[in-house]
């Protein structure tokens, strides 16, 4: 049996790639020789599918790019970055890349891309979390959630930083101590975030502090364990589903983005703001030592405390009873529209007018279950 059978009878079953990519690679010398030498690596048929991807995007052959590489590397090189970032999606850019750099090493081509970093577009927007909406999900959220999620938000953290306090007992020892001191907040003090400070602590107000560590609810055998960063991201997103704010990114990372903003719109110090998640203050060089000041630190994050509220459950429940509402007007509206696909008679019977339809009625029976969904959920 050759090579090229046990490929073809292997490919099917284990990578589930095209079956133009066997014959592309046959069809090219120096594809196929590379391809050979590779054929021991689990990720050889992976490789020479994004490395037919890379050069059918380029609009070039093998044989071509080495030629090109050996007579004008430079601007070959210029070409190869352009198109890798032109890729909508990370994923695939780095996969062609990663062929790609294997087929160069192979060859010995003379073309540097060891400074090439795939930055693909961004494709939708940021997440943006106003710090009111990131309270409807906090109500949303059922015990002891709801203290992880409220803590984030007021301290700036993120779920690295909540990880480390669950971890030291060192850490949740001093919080304690400074329960019932004359201070309105606990300072915590962590590990350096960068490498040009030598301390990074951060203020929160007391109310916001739970007791450390937090352990899941307690069922039967389960539970009672340390919330872990899974833990808080799955009943993040049941507790945002539930407030009814849906978009694609918005975890609870996004907790920091809210807090940072809220700084922002009521005149905390930048370098406050910044040094309180850690990043440094955003000073490169490590020359600005205003943060290190706990006094001073307390007199702008005080900007934060004291303008701040938390939503009302009774604010929630106001919000809830409109998209009750809401939500049971567009169910009778879309009850009406499949009716009337039911009730119609199309005299075109062609399959696209068929298709249509179907599809009509699949999009109005999917949204209507979603609502349905929903409302069980207010």
């Not at 090219?28 to 048929?45: D, L």
């Amino acid at each position: 049996m050759t090579n090229s059978t046990k490929i073809a009878v292997a490919e099917p079953a284990r990578l589930r790639i095209s079956k133009a990519t066997f014959p592309w690679i046959e069809e090219h010398g120096p594809a196929s020789i590379w391809f050979k030498a590779i054929s021991q690596n689990r990720t050889s048929n992976r490789y020479a599918y994004n490395l037919m991807l890379f050069m059918q995007g380029m609009d070039t052959t093998p044989e071509q790019f080495l030629a090109n590489a050996e007579s004008n590397p430079k601007a070959l090189s210029i070409a190869v970055k352009s198109y890798i970032g032109s890729l909508k999606s990370r994923a695939a850019a780095r996969s062609q890349f990663a062929a790609l750099r294997s087929f160069i090493a192979f060859h010995e081509a003379p073309i540097p891309l060891n400074g090439l970093k795939v930055r693909v577009p961004r494709t939708r927007k940021k997440p943006y979390l106003a710090w009111h909406d990131a309270e409807k999900i906090i109500i949303e959220s059922r015990p002891p959630y709801r203290d992880v999620f409220r803590f984030l938000l007021w301290s700036g953290l993120g779920l690295d930083e909540l990880n480390e306090i669950q971890s030291s007992a060192e850490i949740q020892k001093h919080i304690e101590a400074q329960r019932n001191n004359s201070k309105t907040y606990i300072r915590i003090d962590l590990r350096p975030r960068k490498s040009n400070i030598d301390s990074y602590f951060a203020l929160v107000p007391k109310p916001y502090v739970p007791h450390f560590p937090i352990l899941t609810t307690d069922y039967g055998n389960r539970g009672k364990q340390p919330v872990s960063s899974i833990d808080a991201e799955m009943n993040w997103t049941r507790a945002r589903r539930r407030a009814g704010i849906e978009e694609i990114g918005l975890g609870p990372h996004t907790l920091r983005s809210s807090f940072r903003s809220e700084c922002g719109r009521l005149g905390v110090a930048d370098a406050v703001a910044e040094s309180q998640m850690g990043h440094g203050g955003r000073e490169r060089y490590g020359y600005s030592r205003e943060t290190t000041d706990e006094a001073y630190v307390v007199s702008e994050l005080s900007k934060l405390w004291n303008a701040t509220t938390p939503v009302t459950t009774e604010e929630l429940l106001g919000l809830k009873a409109n998209q009750k509402y809401l939500a049971e007007m567009r169910i009778e509206q879309l009850e009406h529209e499949i009716l009337q696909i039911d009730l119609n008679d199309v005299d075109d019977n062609t399959p696209e007018t068929k298709k249509r339809i179907t599809d009509e009625r699949a999009m109005y029976t999917t949204e209507l279950e979603k609502l349905r969904a929903m409302l069980k959920g207010l």
